[in-house]
């Protein structure tokens, strides 16, 4: 029968076509400098991947192409795969990906240095938070939590609210769940250093704390929207992102590093 | 009079306004490239995964009415009834990943070909099925009298059968194409810079969702319109061999 054998005719021209999109060589990186020219993989929305889109349209990476993922773990799987040559993401989850993930090394030579702080639309709001970040820096709070989920020390504890405390009202965090150790998925609820030192503030403003998870790139419009209070997402303050939101005082320093296979 | 002073600076504020915005978001640093860059990479695909998704699905349409009609290629209708139910049954987004990331594991493969693979396949069950309603509906004594005047099987099929069959699964043809152009919106899921991504990432630059939605509502909308035109046109011609 003839129609068998165009089937067939079209089954090899589907696997030929894909063998011959096949190949293609992964450049070996040793520095940031090695960037140039390369395949780049990031998280759309982070900073990593601004930095990295302003660095090539102002022709400092050569050819070197941007894409941009729905999560740091799939840019970490694209370059696990050779699909890509290096991601730039922030140090802290990086080191989670990296330790998950044989073959993979994070350069010494971070890409940026950035502060983290929490974004909001409400001029009010942000001065009580702050407020509340500079007491959770006095009593210690805050180097207990960067203590146990930055330095992994064993002695360090989570954060948990007092006993007994009675909420009037809630605020509505907006975050992006797949970003540890600042907010990720463990046990089916949301934990992370982030959302601690959220309820730890919502706690001291007698606030009950929900968490919304969304994609990283809706955060912002989601507060400026709205539909959150806040936006806790290890979130870079840029003058962009200043232009639309509010920014707290930073809470910790992020490190944008270059995740390469070894 | 100070009613219309305040109605005059309310406009002109609001026309502001929506200058800055639109300076912000589309001239500011050349943003509306990533729109164009965008479309170019959605056309590409949706047209791509057409072609191939009209070829797979004119195939498996063939394999499907030929088994139903002459019972044989028995195997065949078999592989092409598993793959209608597998890739009617996912979701086109989870294809599109199955097909990055575990068929193409470790391969560097260009993203715009890996998308139309996946929408091709994802496309290829539907028409199949579209084509399968259109040969099915020619009324059998149409094949009758084609094998009673001495054609054959495929030449009834080819000569006969298709071209009403063609010209009446158009519209339904029409209407899967335009399904296939929004459907490319997801294409962003595997890194790929669509029309889609395009309007997200001038949004996480400019942090205004505004204007970047619905110039991409707009475009789509643009697109599909023109789509719409050129399948009507198509019935029109077809149609002249109609009895009015």
């Not at chain 2, 609001?14 to 300076?23: K, L, N």
């Not at chain 2, 009403?164 to 810079?193: C, F």
């Amino acid at each position: 029968m003839k129609l068998t054998k165009i089937v067939a005719g079209a089954a090899a021209l589907v696997l030929a076509l894909s063998l011959a999109s096949c190949g293609g060589t992964s450049k070996k990186i040793e520095s940031a400098d090695d960037l140039v020219d390369a395949a780049i993989g990031a998280q759309g929305g982070t900073t990593g991947a601004i930095y990295i889109d302003d660095d090539i349209q102002d022709g400092l990476l050569g050819e070197a192409t941007l894409q941009e993922f729905k999560s740091g773990m799939e840019a970490v799987t694209a370059l696990k795969q050779g699909k890509i040559d290096a991601v730039v993401i922030d140090n802290e989850p990086a080191k989670v990906f990296v330790e998950q993930n044989d073959g993979l090394k994070i350069l010494e030579t971070p890409y940026i240095v950035e502060d983290y702080a929490i974004a909001k639309d409400n001029t009010e709001l942000k001065d009580q938070f702050n407020q509340a970040i500079a007491e959770l820096k006095e009593d210690g709070t805050l180097d207990q939590l960067l203590d146990y989920y930055i330095n992994k020390n064993e002695e360090a504890q989570p954060y948990t609210s007092p006993e007994g405390i009675e909420y009037d009202g809630k605020l509505i965090m907006a975050t992006n769940a797949q970003f540890p150790p600042y907010e990720y998925y463990e046990n089916e609820t949301i934990v992370g250093l982030d959302v601690d030192i959220a309820r730890a503030i919502c706690d001291k403003l007698g606030k009950e704390l929900e968490i919304s998870d969304m994609e990283f790139d809706s955060i912002i419009t989601a507060i400026q929207t709205g539909k959150a209070d806040f936006g806790a997402a290890g979130m870079t303050v840029t003058k962009d992102r200043l232009e639309n939101v509010d920014f707290t005082d930073s809470y910790t320093t992020g490190v944008q590093v270059i995740i390469v296979k070894e | 009079m100070d009613f219309f002073q305040i109605i005059g600076d309310y406009i002109t504020k609001a026309a502001q306004g929506f200058a800055d915005s639109f300076y912000q978001n589309f001239i500011e640093d050349n943003r509306w490239k990533y729109l164009t860059s965008g479309l170019v990479n959605t056309l590409l695909i949706t047209a791509g995964a057409l072609v191939l998704g009209v070829v797979l699905g004119f195939l498996i349409a063939l394999i499907r009415t030929t088994h139903d009609k002459t019972g044989k290629l028995g195997f065949l209708n078999w592989l092409a009834k598993l793959y209608l139910t597998v890739i009617r049954g996912t979701p086109v987004v989870v294809q599109l990943m199955i097909v990055y990331f575990v068929i193409f594991a470790s391969v560097r493969i260009n993203q715009v070909v890996v998308a139309i693979i996946a929408f091709g396949i994802n496309s290829g069950a539907y028409v199949a099925e579209i084509f399968r309603s259109g040969i099915m509906s020619i009324d059998p004594g149409q094949m009758e009298a084609g094998r009673s005047l001495g054609l054959n099987y495929r030449q009834t099929m080819w000569k006969i059968i298709m071209p009403q069959a063609v010209k009446n699964v158009l519209p339904a043809l029409g209407n899967e194409m335009i399904t296939l152009l929004k459907e490319t919106s997801v294409a962003g899921y595997i890194a790929i810079r669509d029309l889609t991504k395009g309007g997200d990432i001038i949004r996480n630059r400019t942090y205004s969702p505004f204007l970047p939605l619905l110039a991409v509502a707009a475009i789509y909308l643009v697109i599909v319109l023109i789509l719409q035109a050129l399948v009507g046109r198509m019935e029109r011609r077809l149609a002249k061999s109609d009895r009015n």
